[in-house]
């Protein structure tokens, strides 16, 4: 096997929207980094039947319903 073409697999702290905390092993970031989820099993629409909104960060569905809005009639 190569040597050194691996990436770092190492453990962060992974914080839900609801506040919870867990640890894992991870590539994302470096060691002891903590990720905060904006949307979790918690909180998404494919898990959540459909009852919860989500954040439209950056204008991105707004901007999707302005140039896709009228194709449904």
């Not at 092993?25 to 989500?54: F, N, Y």
């Not at 999707?64 to 009228?70: D, H, L, P, R, V």
């Amino acid at each position: 096997m190569k040597k050194d073409i691996h990436p770092d697999y190492h453990r962060i702290k992974v914080v839900m929207t609801d506040g919870t905390e867990y640890f894992t092993h991870s590539t994302w970031g470096k060691e002891g980094d903590v990720m905060t989820l904006d949307i979790d099993p918690r909180t998404h629409p494919a898990w959540t039947g459909g009852q919860q909104q989500l954040l439209d960060r950056g204008g991105r569905v707004s901007r999707f319903k302005n140039k896709y809005g009228n194709l449904l009639g």
